[in-house]
Structure formats: structure tokens, C-alpha cells
């Protein structure tokens, strides 16, 4: 998706993009960084970010994870770097 990658991209992307990152029509990659500070368990709304604050406070990613740890028993963040792993 090309809002979330323009959110990790610092050089090179549209100047009408850096106009919508500042004015938060899009994901600005400031507010996304803030998904990547370990442990990596919050602000995980990549397109706009609007949602990101209230549902942080709303507690809704913990509810979220602990009904699936509790319905699937399976423990949040545990496999997140197989994903990036080199597959030969």
C-alpha cells in the first residue's frame, strides 16, 4: 500500500504527499514511527492514523490481543520476524 510505504520513505516521494503526511490526510511517517518503538503493540492504523490515539485509549489493541490469545491461544508479537526472514 503505497500511504504505508511512503510512511517509512523519507527521500524521493511527491511533494503533494509531504503535503498530505503535515496535514495528516495520510499517515505522516512521525506519527508512524511511533508504531515502531518496541515492543511494537500499538498505532497500528497505516493509512491515515486518525484512529490510532483513540482506540489507544480506548484499550482496544489489548482487548483485541487478548481475545485472540484467549480464543486461539496464540501469544501476540511471538513469530513478528518470520516474516522477514530470507526464504531461499
Not at 14 to 38: E, G, K, S
Not at 50 to 64: A, D, I, Q, S, V
Amino acid at each position: 500500500m503505497p500511504i504505508h510505504k511512503w510512511s517509512h520513505t523519507y527521500f524521493g516521494i511527491p511533494y503533494w504527499v509531504t503535503v498530505l503526511q503535515d496535514f495528516h490526510i495520510i499517515l505522516p511517517r512521525r506519527h508512524h514511527r511511533i508504531h515502531h518503538v518496541a515492543p511494537h503493540e500499538t498505532y497500528f492504523c497505516i493509512t491515515t492514523g486518525w484512529l490510532n490515539y483513540p482506540l489507544e485509549k480506548l484499550g482496544f489493541w489489548t482487548c483485541l490481543e487478548w481475545a485472540i490469545q484467549t480464543l486461539f491461544s496464540c501469544k501476540p508479537r511471538t513469530d513478528d520476524l518470520k516474516w522477514a526472514q530470507r526464504k531461499d
